[in-house]
Nanobody, 126 residues
Framework: QVQLVESGGGLVQAGGSLRLSCAAS????????MGWFRQAPGKEREFVAA??????????YYADSVKGRFTISRDNAKNMMYLQMNSLKPEDTAVYYC?????????????????WGQGTQVTVSS
């Protein structure tokens, strides 16, 4: 199982930015589908963004609610994944989770991932 550790959460004002990081174990990190999910209080965990290998490229995918504001990226040499979050809104407040799908080619559902981090809190004040 892949070990995942998130960092970079915190408190920010609306309109501000944060960068989340996810450190992953594993020798074949570049082959993993990696994703970010979030869970707001009283709500179910939801898909935020994913980055997946396709032949020699990495494709990115975003939830409509974050498209144009968030950017997912990865550094395979460092076994790291990032989520740059700009123009943050109060509704982005949630615990953000890093996830790895070692055996799946899909990316949208929680069941597409088999390893999860412990989560990092992001709070956006109005």
């Amino acid at each position: 199982q892949v070990q995942l550790v998130e960092s970079g959460g915190g408190l920010v004002q609306a309109g501000g930015s944060l960068r989340l990081s996810c450190a992953a174990s594993g020798r074949t990190f570049s082959s993993y589908t990696m994703g970010w999910f979030r869970q707001a209080p009283g709500k179910e965990r939801e898909f935020v963004a994913a980055i997946r290998r396709s032949m020699f490229l990495f494709n990115t995918y975003y939830a409509d609610s974050v498209k144009g504001r968030f950017t997912i990226s990865r550094d395979n040499a460092k076994n790291m994944m990032y989520l740059q979050m700009n123009s943050l809104k109060p509704e982005d407040t949630a615990v953000y989770y890093c996830a790895a799908g070692v055996y799946s080619d899909n990316y949208y559902y929680e069941t597409d991932y088999d390893s999860w981090g412990q989560g990092t809190q992001v709070t956006v004040s109005s």
